[in-house]
């Protein structure tokens, strides 16, 4: 099992891997949007797109922000979004796995907190959550969407 950040080159394996997250999706925009966007993700030093490889082919992926914080002695706080394992390969380890080096990646840039949303309802995957630190307990997540 090997997790390590992704690179410039590998959007096209992460785009693919996408295809397990949701089932539907919003199509992606110009080829050249695509690539700015990811240019900026990946030469952002607070945003950091973890990779889980088996025999060299992208298999689970993850991604992490730290936002700038004037509270909580300007410490940053951390967003997890997108956790996402190839559906022949769940079961096995790698979200754990990414969301272990997810949350190191923050902890050593001495965030205050993490936070990880889901819109999966299903206790086994709240328990996963759970089991990688996450807690369910003392705050409430809200979603505000454009009209």
């Known amino acids: 099992m ?10 096209d394996d992460l785009l693919a891997l996408y295809a397990h997250l949701h089932d539907t999706d919003l199509p992606l925009p110009p080829r050249a949007q695509v690539e700015a966007v990811w240019t900026e993700a990946i ?10 490889f088996e025999m060299g082919r992208l298999v689970s992926s993850c ?3 730290l936002i700038p914080n ?4 300007c410490r940053p706080y951390g967003v997890i ?3 996402v394992t190839h559906a022949d390969h769940r ?3 790698w979200g754990r796995r990414l969301l272990q080096e997810a949350l190191a990646f923050a902890w050593a840039r001495e965030a205050y907190k993490v936070m990880l949303l889901t819109g999966r309802k299903d206790d086994a995957t709240l328990r996963f ?11 409430t997540g809200f979603i505000a969407r454009p009209a």
């Open 2 to 11: 090997t997790v390590r950040p992704l690179r410039a080159h590998e959007l």
């Open 43 to 52: 030469g952002n030093p607070k945003c950091r797109y973890f990779g889980g």
């Open 63 to 65: 991604n992490i922000t």
């Open 70 to 73: 004037l509270t909580r002695a």
């Open 81 to 83: 979004e997108n956790v």
């Open 91 to 93: 079961g096995r380890g």
């Open 129 to 139: 959550y759970e089991g990688c630190g996450f807690s369910r307990q003392g705050k």
